[in-house]
């Protein structure tokens, strides 16, 4: 319990952080323009700290969910349409009182921080390198478990080939793999190992039609050697312990993690299980528990330990240039699924699976934790320019009409076009919170 609380935390101020940057953009682009800042705050809520440097109130507030930055005059808009004026006065160091193209900057200080904070993250990663976990580049054929055809099948992969590199970038681990895949659009050329002999297979991926996830069809080899056993789970009661390697299955041979996958499916009620602890041969009986709805064994398989090297400096700015850009194309694509028939309800996350995600990967180590960062940061970057009012892209899009016509926009359509992006933005809001709550309960 004191684990998953400690895991919230990290979640929580990930976030925090992410959206705090996003916010700085905004508040030292506001001072630059020399727009009045009249607050800002890390944290929302009710401040439990605050001070005052001249014009700016600073404020800590009581929830570390980010913060915000609040401008003089952003209310201008709400006071016109109070008191029926179609044109409202633009005083000079407000936010409307600012020429448009100031105010782009304004907007778009927040992505732009944003992204430069994900460049900055994969810059030290790759200078530094880092340790993860993950399998090696073995893999299995998905259709040894779905029981139907992937592009890994018309491509002549096999259960058991050894994926040494896709597109002439070499793959490890099943990491490097799941990366690759996920960052390429189009054909990839696959160099295989297969009974010591190398060949080149070139596959098609296709797109996950619920999720708008790029997939061939592999899962990963996972050599059966147990590694963790859940305190009271199904495995502790059945004496399973780290280290034991798993032989057979209700009679089955069992040689790696996916063979589990393809058993659960047929809904058993217990695992007849026969295993090698320490070289001698024992047998238990596993009752599968099926709680949750989904059937659960409490037990995990070991991984392997990969290191990355650190790079030079010019070939961590190279490298971060690069994993920026796949990341901001990456939730291009994610969102551009979301048009192309793609479930919107099987996505998008919310606040709460978002902490969730933080926090498990802060549990993981100190890649996996700032990687999911970088990942969330750009995601700010990409979402906030998007054309939609109420959020920096539909901001700025409003400001260069405004530029363009040469004269203040009506109270009354600026409201109108706030008031649309609001209900969006509050419909998304709900609609990924209500997928958050559907996925952990």
Known sequence: MLQAVLHGILGLLGLGFVVFIHELGHFIFARLNKIKVEAFSIGWGHPIVKWKSKEVEYRIGILPIGGYCKMAGEDIIQEAILEDKEVFERKKGTYFGAHPLQRITVALAG?????????VI???????????????NKIVLASDVENKTFPSDEAGLMTGDRILSINGEETKSFKDIRDIINSTEGSLNLLVERDDQRKSLIITPKKNEETGSTIIGIYRWVDPVIDTVKEDSPAALADLKSGDVVTSINGVPFTKEADVNKILKSEPTKLDIEYLRQGVKKKTTLIVDYTSGNPSVGFSFALENFRTEGKSFSQSIVQSFHDTKKLIVSIFSGILSLFKGNNITESISGPIMITYFIGQAAALGFYQFFNMLAMLSVALFVMNLLPIPALDGGQILLFIVEAIKGKPLKARTVFRYQFIGAIFVFGL???STINDINFFY
């Open 429 to 431: 809001l709900i609609l």
């Open 122 to 136: 994969m810059f030290f990663i790759s200078l530094i390198g880092y340790n993860y976990v993950s399998s090696g």
């Open 111 to 119: 992505p732009f921080f944003n992204v430069l904070l994900t460049f």
